[in-house]
């Protein structure tokens, strides 16, 4: 009798579903690895975000304000301090360049206005009525006293500030991959790194490293417009910075960026408010950036003839009016104007009680 022999008839699985299911298995698996490594992006920038705030003095609002301003909503200040610390160590540093910059988040629009470090004005804390140099204001109270005295001297609040030393300065412009520059004309400068290396600029586009647009930033004494045009380069840069900020790989970057900066920055922005801003001004250019400057003339004042900056001031009205409108403030009909001195003649013999230990730095 013949055996019955039982042949097992396996079902083939459509190779469709196959692929489909590894498709899926493949796509949960990406999904969990950039879950998982955007929360570690945001982990790291929260903690080196957390190193780089320090709270003013004064608490969050500015005595010109009614209330603490929600930057997303209303027009806001910020005032850049770059710390010229390397001569000291760190320790008790000047400011080496002042830019005011007034956001209004409604219309995304930016002014921007840079405050010569030589302006001879009265120091926020001064009681005497003798006036100095502004980057004097750091080396004397910190941020406090600079953030004051700012205020004070164009008559609007500083609602945000943030202050970077040399080495953050550097580190950020490496960080997001150097910047784009139109340079003015041919120069040279010093490294900062080895006094005997110079680094030379041609008219023209280039591409900066941090060290480069450093000495780009700091030269003054080749330009024919002086500390005009070096505030101007400044700008400049920071017009720069932000365009390379908004690009992609930038903002995916964060993290890393956050960290190589955050032992070098101060700032009392919040990271949600950084956050925020990121958002609301995405796609903002630093072309989109309009920049106002302060006029004035040459002082010297004092046996050693020490150089100041004396402010026109119809020219500084203008620019406080013009901040002011931008924060949505009342204008000043009219600006007390200094009576001590005459701005145009340069001549010693000031009523002025000047400190030579103090004033003769910058020069």
Do not use: W
């Not at 830019?99 to 405050?115: H, Y």
Request: charged share 30%; with cysteine.
């Amino acid at each position: 009798m013949a055996q019955r022999v039982k042949v097992r008839v396996r079902k083939k699985k459509s190779k469709k579903k196959k692929i489909f299911k590894r498709i899926l298995v493949l796509f949960l698996l990406l999904i969990i690895c950039m879950g998982g490594f955007a929360v570690y992006k945001i982990v790291n920038t929260l903690q080196a975000a957390d190193k780089t705030y320090d709270e003013l003095d004064r608490g969050e609002k500015s005595k010109l304000r009614d209330a603490v301003i929600d930057i997303k909503k209303k027009p806001f200040s910020v005032l850049f301090v770059g710390i010229e610390d390397y001569a000291t160590d760190g320790d008790h540093g000047r400011s080496d360049s002042l830019i005011v910059a007034t956001i209004n988040p409604q219309d995304k629009t930016m002014k921007m206005v840079s405050i010569p470090r030589d302006t001879r004005v009265q120091l926020a804390s001064d009681t005497t009525g003798s006036k100095e140099k502004i980057n004097a204001a750091y080396a004397k109270g910190g941020k406090d006293e600079t953030i004051e005295t700012v205020e004070q001297f164009l008559n609007i609040p500083i609602d945000k500030y943030a202050t970077v030393d040399f080495d953050g300065f550097k580190d950020v412009i490496d960080e997001v991959g150097g910047i784009d520059i139109d340079v003015p004309f041919d120069f040279n400068e010093k490294s900062d790194v080895k006094k005997s290396k110079k680094i030379y600029f041609k008219k023209g586009n280039m591409h900066l490293n941090g060290e480069e647009a450093l000495a780009y930033a700091r030269m003054r004494k080749q330009d024919p417009r002086g500390d005009f045009g070096r505030n101007d380069r400044q700008k400049q840069i920071l017009r720069a910075m932000i365009d390379q900020m908004s690009k992609a790989n930038n903002i995916a970057n964060v993290d890393n960026i956050a960290k190589e900066v955050s032992d070098h920055i101060t700032t009392n922005f919040r990271i949600t408010e950084g956050l925020a801003l990121q958002q609301i001004y995405s796609g903002f250019k630093g072309d989109d950036t309009e920049t106002l400057s302060i006029k004035g003339s040459d002082l010297y004042l004092g046996p050693n003839r020490t150089y100041y900056f004396e402010p026109d001031q119809t020219n500084l009205a203008n620019v406080q009016n013009e901040l002011r409108t931008h924060l949505k403030l009342p204008t000043e009909s009219s600006t007390e104007t200094d009576s001590q001195t005459n701005p145009s003649s340069g001549e010693t013999g000031s009523s002025d009680t000047t400190n030579p230990s103090t004033n003769t730095s910058g020069q």
